[in-house]
């Protein structure tokens, strides 16, 4: 068992939603997915469903390539092996593709989003940009609240994709805006569907049902090391359920920023954020903390080392998978990096 304290890390177990939704309550909703977009007699509005099982964006997302990284990985021993799943190749360029997908198709099938209603939910940018995505495709309203500070280019994208805005304060981080979207859904529900990513059971099983057996099968289950950033924690709790329901051994590690205004996008510091409801800090057998300046530094050798122009999160996950690895004599460690470089493309650091 690989259970090596690791400098500068802690074991998680730390944070917990008052009402963190069971995974035994997610997972029995997992027949009921699979069938999404079979539906002859879904509430939902005909054309939409039919967009939706037709449309060439929709099939293109997920089945993403799973790389060995070769050049950051100087120190390693020689049975160890670091690979990289580049969810930046989704056609709205971020792992959000999935969750954006599942969530949609769940609201189709319960009715939930329906013609003169428009797709709400607070979100710090790739999520906001699959729903813009989606929303294009299929012809629904997208409505977004998200941090001023969020960076040019995805704000720039999302009006791109038509997406109508609500910026919030940006030293309330992505609470602020969740708050807000709280009080419009709350004043007029009929308005509005909510997609709350942050408590959204098809967020984690959009990953239970598809990043993890894709990781399971691309590594012909070898691997023995998860790792991936909490934002949601929809990424590590889906992944994190199939892989473990197929070896039990396979270690999961979390990658958390070091303070809580960090610049790293798309990740929570959950010791001073408000806590996602899908998240159960119990199934996480370690927090990897890493500090912007490392997940930057990383950003930039894996552009110029191995060609992979990538986030500042996948960074921070590369970071924290390479301090894995390198403890270890033998194993296949997978990090999961969210989104590839362009939307940060204006961010100083590449150029130092
Ligand atoms: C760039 C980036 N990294 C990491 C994450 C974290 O993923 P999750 O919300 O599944 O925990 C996100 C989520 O928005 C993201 O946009």
Redesign the pocket.
Same mark, same amino acid.
């Given at each position: 068992m690989f259970r090596t304290h690791i400098l500068g890390d802690h074991v998680s177990g730390d944070y917990t939603h008052p009402d963190t939704i069971k995974w035994s309550e997610i997972r029995t909703n997992v027949s009921k997915y699979r069938q999404i977009g079979a539906h002859q007699r879904s509430p939902a509005p005909l054309t939409l469903h039919r967009a939706l099982q037709t449309s060439p964006v929709v099939t293109l997302i997920g089945h993403t390539p799973l790389v060995r990284l070769t050049r950051v990985t100087e120190a390693l021993s020689p049975a160890v092996a670091l690979y990289v799943k580049l969810e930046g190749l989704n056609p709205g360029g971020?792992?959000?593709d999935r !969750?954006a997908l599942f969530i949609v198709r769940e609201a189709l099938r319960k009715g939930d989003l329906v013609p003169g209603r428009a797709l709400l939910d607070a979100? $710090?940018? *790739? !999520?906001g940009i699959a729903y813009a995505m989606l929303g294009a495709v299929l012809g629904f309203p997208v409505l977004l609240a998200l941090p001023a500070d969020a960076s040019p280019e995805r704000i720039q994208i999302l009006r791109a994709y038509g997406a109508q805005l609500i910026l919030t304060d940006p030293a309330a981080g992505t609470d602020d805006a969740r708050h807000l979207v709280h009080e419009l859904v709350t004043t007029e529900p009929d308005r509005y569907f909510h997609a709350d990513?942050y408590s959204n059971p098809a *967020?984690p099983l959009a990953?239970y049902t598809t990043t993890g057996p894709e990781i399971w099968q691309q590594t012909k289950g070898q691997i023995t090391h998860f790792v #991936?950033? +909490? &934002? !949601?924690?929809? !990424?590590?709790m889906g992944v994190g359920h199939y892989l473990r329901e197929q070896n039990h051994g396979v270690q999961l590690v979390g990658v958390q920023p070091a303070s809580p205004q960090n610049g790293i996008?798309? +990740?929570k510091h959950l010791a001073t954020a408000d806590v996602p409801a899908i998240y159960d800090p119990n199934l996480v057998d370690r927090i990897a903390v890493v500090s912007t300046e490392e997940a930057c530094a990383m950003a930039r050798r894996l552009a110029r080392q191995e060609g992979l122009f990538v &986030?500042v $999160? #996948?960074g921070a996950a590369v970071v924290a998978a390479l301090r894995v690895a390198r403890k270890l004599v033998q194993g296949l460690v997978v990090a999961l990096l969210?989104?590839g470089g362009f939307k940060y493309a204006s961010a100083p650091f590449w150029a130092e």
């Amino acid at each position: 068992m690989f259970r090596t304290h690791i400098l500068g890390d802690h074991v998680s177990g730390d944070y917990t939603h008052p009402d963190t939704i069971k995974w035994s309550e997610i997972r029995t909703n997992v027949s009921k997915y699979r069938q999404i977009g079979a539906h002859q007699r879904s509430p939902a509005p005909l054309t939409l469903h039919r967009a939706l099982q037709t449309s060439p964006v929709v099939t293109l997302i997920g089945h993403t390539p799973l790389v060995r990284l070769t050049r950051v990985t100087e120190a390693l021993s020689p049975a160890v092996a670091l690979y990289v799943k580049l969810e930046g190749l989704n056609p709205g360029g971020s792992v959000k593709d999935r !969750t954006a997908l599942f969530i949609v198709r769940e609201a189709l099938r319960k009715g939930d989003l329906v013609p003169g209603r428009a797709l709400l939910d607070a979100t $710090s940018g *790739n !999520t906001g940009i699959a729903y813009a995505m989606l929303g294009a495709v299929l012809g629904f309203p997208v409505l977004l609240a998200l941090p001023a500070d969020a960076s040019p280019e995805r704000i720039q994208i999302l009006r791109a994709y038509g997406a109508q805005l609500i910026l919030t304060d940006p030293a309330a981080g992505t609470d602020d805006a969740r708050h807000l979207v709280h009080e419009l859904v709350t004043t007029e529900p009929d308005r509005y569907f909510h997609a709350d990513q942050y408590s959204n059971p098809a *967020n984690p099983l959009a990953h239970y049902t598809t990043t993890g057996p894709e990781i399971w099968q691309q590594t012909k289950g070898q691997i023995t090391h998860f790792v #991936a950033g +909490l &934002g !949601t924690g929809g !990424t590590m709790m889906g992944v994190g359920h199939y892989l473990r329901e197929q070896n039990h051994g396979v270690q999961l590690v979390g990658v958390q920023p070091a303070s809580p205004q960090n610049g790293i996008e798309g +990740l929570k510091h959950l010791a001073t954020a408000d806590v996602p409801a899908i998240y159960d800090p119990n199934l996480v057998d370690r927090i990897a903390v890493v500090s912007t300046e490392e997940a930057c530094a990383m950003a930039r050798r894996l552009a110029r080392q191995e060609g992979l122009f990538v &986030g500042v $999160s #996948a960074g921070a996950a590369v970071v924290a998978a390479l301090r894995v690895a390198r403890k270890l004599v033998q194993g296949l460690v997978v990090a999961l990096l969210p989104d590839g470089g362009f939307k940060y493309a204006s961010a100083p650091f590449w150029a130092e």
